[in-house]
């Protein structure tokens, strides 16, 4: 199957600074990436749909000035989490597709964000 | 939004026993897949359903897709420890993106 990498794993933070999120597919151009938040024993939360070259869509209620998205070429996604606060601290994982519509989407392994 | 409802929310067995989740909407869905995913990592696809009535066959767990593409279910045979984990189900939208909707998810233990 198609493998996405993200990095980091784990990330520790002050409050007031910025994060940066990479989310990578390794073996397959992604049209398309997706950035999910989860909270423990939670489902996941879709957070923003990241297309290449254009500006990502954002769900209602996420600040995209919080959650900066940048999908700069066909097999990388960022995600910066801007002035961060301990509320921002969650589990940040993104998915990618190789295609629109039906297409699977693959999952990268996730980020633990802590803000101390 | 097309909601997912998934059910039980947790289910505790002794290994060698069977178990079935349960997927729900009163949407219909253009695909619908399962992922496992275990504590501090992300899901992991485990089968992805497409036509309604749908049954497919991974070792021990079949997955079945309704008639009406509104609902699924996973069964798992004499379930073992390796099967522990957050079972999720996630539903194709119709938008172009094909975004995933997903369900709340079953905290499946077993225990040996």
């Known amino acids: 199957g198609a493998v996405v990498s993200q990095h980091p794993s784990r990330v520790i933070c002050k409050s007031g600074t910025s994060v940066k999120i990479e989310c990578r597919s390794l073996?397959?151009?992604?049209?398309?990436m997706f950035w999910y938040r989860q909270f423990p024993k939670q489902s996941l939360m879709l957070m923003a749909t990241?297309?290449?070259?254009?500006?990502?869509?954002?769900e209602q209620g996420v600040e995209k000035d919080k959650f900066l998205i940048n999908h700069a070429s066909l097999t990388l996604s960022t995600l910066t989490v801007t002035s961060a606060h301990p509320e921002d601290s969650s589990f940040y994982i993104c998915?990618?597709?190789?295609?629109?519509?039906?297409?699977?989407?693959?999952f990268g392994q996730g980020t633990r964000l802590t803000v101390v | 939004t097309q909601l997912l409802e998934q059910s039980p929310q947790f289910l505790s067995i002794q290994e060698g026993e069977n178990l079935t989740v349960y997927c729900n909407s009163s949407?219909?869905?253009?695909?619908l897949q399962w992922y496992r995913q275990e504590p501090g990592e992300g899901p992991v696809l485990l089968v992805t359903?497409?036509?309604?009535?749908e049954v497919k066959k991974l070792k021990r767990l079949t997955f079945q897709f309704g008639d009406a593409r509104k609902d699924s279910s996973l069964h798992i045979t004499a379930a073992q420890p390796g099967d522990t984990g957050l079972y999720l189900c996630?539903?194709?939208?119709?938008?172009?993106?094909?975004?995933?909707?997903f369900g709340a998810g079953t905290q499946v233990v077993v225990t040996p």
């Open positions: 998915s990618a597709k190789t295609g629109f519509r039906d297409t699977e989407a693959f």
């Open positions: 073996d397959f151009q992604a049209t398309t």
């Open positions: 990241s297309n290449e070259g254009s500006k990502a869509t954002y």
């Open positions: 949407s219909v869905f253009s695909s």
């Open positions: 359903v497409v036509t309604g009535g």
């Open positions: 996630a539903g194709g939208t119709t938008d172009s993106w094909g975004k995933l909707q």
